[in-house]
């Protein structure tokens, strides 16, 4: 296989979008499925490659936010106690299939642009907690408080200020990062 480039919007495609039901059992289940995804694929992967790349505390911070992710799904099952295995959501299938492909030859390319690799990942990432807390999940919230369901709903609020929290964390990390690269190369 070819080695191009690993590009941001190939990283992105390993985002996998929880889905909005009118049930709100099912909107539920959807949250699970992808908050568990990225505790153990996503994140995961990521944490590797910042690894791989030479990048330990890098590593260390994906893997922290991996450990979150898990208790948001943890806090939604001590709501909805029937989820059990949350039925694969297509857009989570789509995200594993996009990081397999990814995975196949990803090794070498960070291995020929260590930094590439690790500062889209780390723009992935800010775009991914982004989308959850300021557009998904608040939807999730006004549908709990629609159907007068506050528990749920100070769920989901206190998923936002965790996932705003990640942004947060990336963004410094990123810009860190930006700045120890034009310090190298300065
Ligand atoms: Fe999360
Ligand atoms: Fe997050």
């Known amino acids: 296989m070819e080695k191009t480039e690993i590009t941001e ?9 929880a889905c909005k039901s009118d049930d709100m059992t099912m909107t539920a289940e959807s949250f699970v499925d ?13 944490a590797r490659w910042a690894s ?8 260390t911070l994906f893997r922290k936010v991996a450990g979150e992710e898990k208790l948001h799904a943890v806090w939604l099952r001590e709501l909805y106690t ?12 789509r995200a594993i299939d996009a990081l397999e492909t990814i995975r196949a030859n990803c ?12 500062e889209k990942a780390l ?24 159907q007068q369901d506050a ?3 100070a769920v989901y609020q206190k998923v936002i200020d965790s996932e705003c929290q990640h942004a947060q964390w990336f ?9 120890t690269q034009a310090q190298a190369t300065a």
């Not at 992808?34 to 992967?45: A, K």
């Not at 029937?82 to 989570?92: A, H, N, S, V």
């Not at 090794?107 to 690790?118: F, K, R, T, Y």
């Not at 723009?123 to 629609?146: G, N, S």
């Open 9 to 17: 919007e190939m990283i992105f495609e390993c985002f996998a979008a």
């Open 34 to 46: 992808v908050e568990e995804y990225e505790n153990r694929v996503m994140y995961p992967e990521f």
């Open 52 to 59: 791989q790349a030479g990048y330990p505390e890098l590593a």
């Open 82 to 93: 029937d989820i059990g295995i949350p039925r694969r959501g297509e857009d989570t299938q």
């Open 107 to 118: 090794d070498a390319l960070i291995a020929l642009n260590p930094e590439g690799v690790v």
């Open 123 to 146: 723009t992935v990432a800010i775009r991914v907690e982004e989308r959850e807390y300021q557009d998904i999940y608040p939807h999730f919230r006004d549908q709990a408080l629609e």
């Open 151 to 153: 528990k749920t709903a």
């Open 171 to 179: 963004q410094t990390a990123l810009s860190d990062f930006r700045s």
